[in-house]
């Protein structure tokens, strides 16, 4: 396995499901890392500083000894092309690559748009109208747990990319007053992933009651 010439440096929120995505896949991969705390609640992420790294003042950022990339489905995807020769994460093959780029698509929309906001709006006290996004909710947990009932990853036979970017908002969803009772296969894929060698958690949010 590949490794870097020097540990990865990941910017990054601890709480942000986005940071742990990429924190879970350098975890998995085996790649050693710096973890560099951004102050999102204080703003750090518009700082002069920051925006150095990522002009859009998102996180999460990595260094790779000098390559920076932003945004956490790019950097899953780099990650594995750079580290994962096999093409674990990663197929291939057009119609495996193609299947793991629709649930990156799915991760950074319905499923940021709806589980991840409504976690938001309750753990941090965003103020928003959460309608439409407890629809989405629905809606794509819904699909996620009939997918699942049929198979043990998203694609293929194993874990690929597509489970990385779908699980940390998936597994934090409770936090945002949403029960993951009712959808079983979503659960079982959570302890799936969880079973994983190198797994990470990422850090609950003290939610009040």
């Known amino acids: 396995m590949p490794q870097p ?37 204080a703003g750090e992420q518009k700082g002069a500083d920051f925006l150095r790294l990522n002009s859009f003042g998102t996180v999460p950022v990595i260094d790779d000894a000098g390559t920076v990339i932003a945004d956490s489905a790019a950097i899953l995807v780099y990650l594995a092309l750079a580290y994962d ?8 093959d057009p119609a495996g690559a193609a299947a793991v780029q629709r649930w990156l698509s799915a991760a950074q929309g319905p499923l940021a748009n709806g589980p991840a906001l409504v976690r938001f709006a309750k753990a941090f006290g965003g103020s928003f109208d959460l309608e439409r996004p407890r629809q989405l909710t629905d809606r794509i947990l819904t699909q996620l ?4 009932a049929r198979r043990n990853y998203l694609v293929g036979e194993g874990p690929t990319l597509a489970d990385i970017a779908m699980y940390s908002y998936v597994a934090a969803a409770p936090e945002g007053g949403i029960a993951l009772k009712p959808y079983g296969a979503i659960r079982a894929w959570l302890e799936r992933i969880e ?11 003290a939610v009040a009651s």
Do not use: C, N, T
């Open 195 to 205: 079973a994983l060698p190198g797994f990470v958690p990422m850090p609950k949010v």
């Open 5 to 41: 010439a020097q540990p990865i440096l990941l910017y990054g929120f601890k709480l942000s499901g986005h940071s742990h995505r990429a924190e879970l896949m350098l975890s998995l991969l085996g790649l050693p890392f710096e973890f560099r705390p951004v102050d999102l609640p």
């Open 85 to 92: 020769p096999g093409r674990r994460w990663l197929p291939a």
């Open 145 to 148: 747990d009939s997918h699942l």
